[in-house]
């Protein structure tokens, strides 16, 4: 069994910054790529960002690209995950999901591919 983690979320102006992190716990699950989706109120889960195991692949929604970046620390049997999102606007406000799967990063990402899940946490950005 795999936990997965996520850091506490936050609440921002737009134009601000945060960063998440996810850390896999229990077992060691090794060349999983890990992402992140993320859910706003009324609306479906959406796929923001993969990274492979070695995290030199990625891959980001169009929404997202070029203001957020994940990253991957395998190192050490460290299984961390980090999204660092700069320039966040309001409809970046969502519950964001941490994801563990075995599926290249280059595929398209869908909720029911995923095989494991984080609980989820909060970010709100402001106007």
């Known amino acids: 069994q795999v936990n997965l983690v996520e850091s506490e979320g936050g609440s921002v102006q737009a134009g601000g910054s945060l960063r998440l992190s996810c850390e896999a716990r229990g077992r060691r699950f090794s060349s999983y790529a890990m992402g992140w989706f993320r859910q706003a109120p009324g609306k479906g889960r959406q796929f923001v960002a993969a990274?492979?195991?070695?995290?030199?692949?990625?891959?980001?929604a169009d929404a997202v690209r070029g203001r957020f970046t994940i990253s991957r620390d395998s190192a050490n049997a460290k299984n961390m995950a980090y999204l660092q999102m700069n320039d966040l606007r309001p409809e970046d406000a969502a519950t964001y999901y941490c994801v563990a799967a075995w599926r290249a990063v280059s595929s398209t990402w869908n909720e029911e591919d995923m095989d494991f899940w984080g609980q989820g946490t909060q970010v709100t950005v402001s106007s």
């Open positions: 990274a492979s195991w070695g995290g030199d692949i990625t891959n980001y």
